[in-house]
Each structure stands twice: as C-alpha cells, then as structure tokens.
C-alpha cells in the first residue's frame, strides 16, 4: 500500500517546483499538481522528483485522496482571483480541520478575508510570505507565516526543516501573528527590498555620473563594502553584477534602465498611507522605477534641460555613509509600519522576531540585521528603531557626510531621491517645531477644520475667527 502523502504542493512554478523538491529532499512525502498537466508529467519526469518519489494527481479529488489527515496543500498560484478560485475547486474535497497555506505574494487584506471565511467552514488557513526567490525556494528559503495558530503547530516542524539557517542556526521560519500577518511581514519586507534596491543604485549612480568611475572599479567598491557594515546579499549580488562583461562591454551598460515591479512594494506605501505611518524612502523608490519605465521621454527631457553631472567634494566614503544612513531610516519606517498594524489588527508582531526570520534565506538578508534583532532583544519595547543607541549613534555620524552626497547630488543634477528623502524624514522627525501649524491653520481658514493649542491638552479642538 502507498504511504500516504505529508504535504501538497499546487501549482508548479518556479517557486512551487522548488519548494515541492526542497519538502521532497527533507525527507517529507510530497504530492503535486498542476492545472496543466504537461506541466505536471514535465516536473515529475526530472530526476530530482523521480528520486525523492514525488508523486503527481490528476485532479483535486485525487490529490486529495493522496495525503494524510489532516491534509495540508500549499498553494504556489497567481496572487489573487487565482487563489479563490483554486479554494474553491479545493473545498469539496477538503474535510473539517484540514489545512490550507497560500504560498504566494498574496495582499494581507486578501489573507484577513481568507482566513475568516474558511474558519467559519471548518478549515484552517494560513499566508505565507516566502522569501529568497528561486535558489532559496529550492535549498532554504526565509518563512513568515500567519494565520491559523493550531495549523502552524501541526506544519512547524515540516516548514522549519525546510528553512534557511541564521548564523546561529535558528531556522528562518516563524509564525508571526493571525490572519494576514504573515502576508503583512512578508510585503514589508519586498517594501524594504525596493528601498535596498534604490539605494544602491543610487550609490552607483553617483560614482558612475558623478565622479566618472568604470563599472568594474565600482564593483570593487561594492566588494570591498560587502566586507564592513553593508555585507548583505544584495550588496554582493551588485558587485558581480557589475564586474560582469560581454564582449568586453560592461553587461549594466547593456541592460534596458527601465524597472519593473510587481506591487508588493506600491502595497506597502499604501498600507503606510492608511496606518497613518511614513514610508517615505520606499515611496520614492517606487516612483523612481515609475519615472524609469519611460526612457522616451526621459531622453526629450535629458536634451532640453541638460545638467552638469559633476559630484564635486564627495568621496565613496561619503556615499557610503549616505547608503548606511538611509538604510537604517528605511529599516526604521518599515518597523514602524509593521508596528502600526500589529496594533490596528490586535496581531501582537515581535518586531526582534521579524528581523530574526530576515536574517537569511531572504533577498534583503544582511550582517546589518543582526543589529536590529540584537536592538528589540535588548529593548522588547523599543519605539523605534533610530533610538537604539547603535542606530542612534550611527547615524549621527553619517549625518555630515550623508548631508554632503545630497547636496553634492542636488548641485550635479542627479537624482538620489532615497538618499534625500531619507535625510528629509530624518530633519523632520529630529524637529520639535515643524510649519504644520501654518498648515492647520490654512486649514481651519478655508474650511473650519478647526486645530488643537499648544498651551491646551491634546484632544480639544478650537476654530478661530479669521475674517
């Protein structure tokens, strides 16, 4: 008699193929499927499933009918109407206690929904934010889970054995909260991604305009940091990308610079809009793929308001200190906004534990975010991030180099909108005074919408007759 399966895996990806091996090669009984069904034989046909005795259905009555109880199926499909749609050609063949995890880079509204409507029918739902793209799907991804807490004790230890390992061997896999807490973490990370991204490239950017550096020099730089305070993956991934050449041309020099995204970073920067919390670097980094995606008429603009290009008076060390800076103001914005919906949706996020999960396995995995876990471990109850001393501390002394690339930056006319954003919200929130007083007031002048007084206790609102 067949052994029954542990897990499903439906939908066959790239992401869902290699996670289906990943679960295989841990030693875990796997089924899966796939709408397609030449997808399905294509997969089953590899060696790799073939040796760790993967095993395909047909339908989902018969995947069904291949795994153990409870049944547990992850679901590697298109984020939206897609994972409705798979739910509900899965219900009829589910049974009260199974277990259903969405995979995908689904939006945590969506995940909230889910896990409502499928509690109320018996079954246990959870998201998972999956992190590390295809390499880590395949040998060790970065795992944040939400929703059902009795499904996360049943599949803990199937997800754990799966997982990247931190530098002290803690498995990157957690559950981080109810509903769509999972799915919540795992988009501020891709936010957070989107602002690693930008300032980089915002580095490259400067010693490439501004001060005329090859791109193969530029690598070494990249590689150099990647040995200090900014070694992460990405850092890494840039020096190589860098130092790479075909038919002697520099590859960067070849590649279209215009940048796709696929949302997840645009949802971050509306949840932070709606939770009333600034995500202002990742915002900018949103928008500067948005004014990328049109190099037509970037070159009309490039010829009627050319500019002088030249970075005078910074040097790499000034850069770096402006992409740490900002970096830690990103990282700032990000926890706060996970805070602010912990507390909105009564989630109870660890932000010391988020920062654990990140360490490895994920895109933005880096020695810098053993600093922050060791920054909530050592103060639980931390407000935010810039107050830990080491953070604190880091960026006081950024702060005159770091003031000297954005003035450098503004004086070439290249833009570095993270790096100016980031110092921007830094002066803000560092001000005890800002002009929103005169924006209240214009407020109440035009529209009555009256204002609370300083020498008066928060909460009492007053109109003044201005005219």
């Known amino acids: 008699m067949v052994s029954k399966a542990d897990i499903a895996v439906v939908g066959l990806g790239v992401m869902g193929a290699n996670l289906a091996l990943n679960l295989a090669e841990k030693g875990h009984r796997v089924a899966v499927y796939n709408r397609s069904r030449e997808v399905t034989d294509r997969f089953l046909a590899g060696d790799e499933a073939r040796e760790h005795g993967v095993r395909g259905a047909t339908s989902y009555e018969e995947l069904a009918g291949m795994l ?3 049944r547990v199926v992850l679901l590697m499909v298109t984020a939206g109407p897609a ?3 798979v739910i509900e050609d899965l219900l009829p063949h589910l049974e009260t206690g199974d277990i259903l995890i969405d995979g995908g880079n689904s939006l945590y509204t969506d995940t909230n929904r889910r896990t409502r409507a499928l509690a109320d029918r018996g079954i246990r739902f959870m998201g998972v934010g999956v992190s590390g793209g295809e390499e880590g799907a395949r040998h060790g991804p970065s ?3 939400g929703g059902d807490a009795d499904a996360w004790s049943v599949v803990d230890t199937m997800l754990k054995s799966i997982a990247a390992r931190a530098p002290d061997g803690v498995p990157c896999c957690d ?3 109810p509903e769509g807490a999972g799915h919540f973490v795992k988009m501020v990370h891709n936010g957070i991604e989107y602002g690693d991204m930008q300032v980089i490239a915002e580095a490259y950017d400067l010693m490439r305009r501004g001060m005329g550096m ?4 530029i690598a070494e730089v990249f590689a150099s940091w990647n040995e200090g305070r900014l070694r992460s993956y990405l850092v890494e991934i840039t020096a190589e990308i860098l130092a790479a050449t075909e038919n002697g041309t520099p590859m960067v020099d070849l590649i279209l610079d215009a940048a796709g995204q696929k949302g997840t970073g645009k949802w971050t920067v509306i949840a932070s809009m709606e939770l ?4 202002a670097l990742v915002a900018e980094a949103v928008y500067a793929r948005i004014v990328s995606s049109d190099p037509d008429r970037r070159k009309t603009a490039s010829r009627l308001f050319p500019g002088s290009g030249d970075l005078a008076g910074v040097t790499v060390d000034d850069i770096e200190a402006a992409l740490y800076a900002s970096k830690i103001v990103s990282y700032s914005q990000g926890f706060r906004l996970m805070r602010a919906a912990s507390t909105e949706y009564g989630w109870d996020i660890d932000p010391g534990a988020v920062a654990a999960l990140w360490r490895a396995g994920c895109i933005i995995r880096a020695a810098f975010l053993e600093d922050i876990t060791a920054a909530y471990r050592d103060d639980p109850g931390l407000e935010d991030l810039v107050f830990a001393p080491f953070f604190s501390d880091a960026l006081r002394s950024a702060e005159e180099p770091w003031r000297r690339v954005v003035a450098g930056a503004v004086g070439s006319g ?4 993270a790096y100016s954003s980031a110092l921007a919200y830094y002066d803000g929130m560092r001000s005890k005074r800002l002009p929103a007083s005169l924006v209240q007031a214009q407020r109440d002048y035009f529209g009555a919408h009256t204002f609370e007084r300083v020498d008066r206790p928060r909460g009492e ?6 005219y």
């Open 461 to 466: 609102w007053f109109h003044h007759d201005w």
């Open 214 to 217: 090859a791109p193969a020099r």
């Open 414 to 417: 290249i833009p570095a909108p």
């Open 175 to 177: 559950w981080v909260g």
């Open 68 to 70: 153990s109880s409870p």
């Open 276 to 279: 009333a919390e600034p995500t």
């Open 143 to 145: 795992l944040m889970l």
């Open 83 to 85: 994972v409705d749609a």
